[in-house]
Nanobody, 127 residues
């Protein structure tokens, strides 16, 4: 089992940037596929990006592609989401998630397939 702790959320103006980090417990972090999801008030949880453990394949959601960059550091058990050109529509609680099973561009966005979740960090983008 892995425990996840997010950090880095906050308030930023439209066009600005934020960097979110997710710290994971455990000694087998490199075997986990990691992801970020987000959830705005009244909306379903939405896939942001994922990075696999073994090959480091990266997948992005359509709404964040080209603006967000996902990376991981297996030596530090962390995954980082660099968010640029933020828009008010990016306002949400951002959640880190983990799974042991590899996912593809098709399967990564399925929320129900991710067993481990962090508590979330709030990102607010003002217009």
């Amino acid at each position: 089992q892995v425990q996840l702790v997010e950090s880095g959320g906050g308030l930023v103006q439209a066009g600005g940037s934020l960097r979110l980090s997710c710290a994971a417990s455990g000694r087998t972090f490199s075997t986990y596929t990691m992801a970020w999801f987000r959830q705005a008030p009244g909306k379903e949880r939405e896939f942001v990006a994922a990075i696999t453990g073994s090959r480091g394949d990266i997948y992005y959601g359509d709404s964040t592609k080209g603006r967000f960059t996902l990376s991981r550091d297996n030596s530090k058990n962390t995954v980082t989401l660099q968010m640029n050109s933020l828009e008010p529509e990016d306002t949400a609680v951002y959640y880190c998630a983990a799974r042991l099973v590899y996912c593809s561009a098709y399967s990564c966005p399925r929320v129900r397939d991710w067993p481990y979740w962090g508590q979330g960090t709030q990102v607010t983008v003002s217009s």
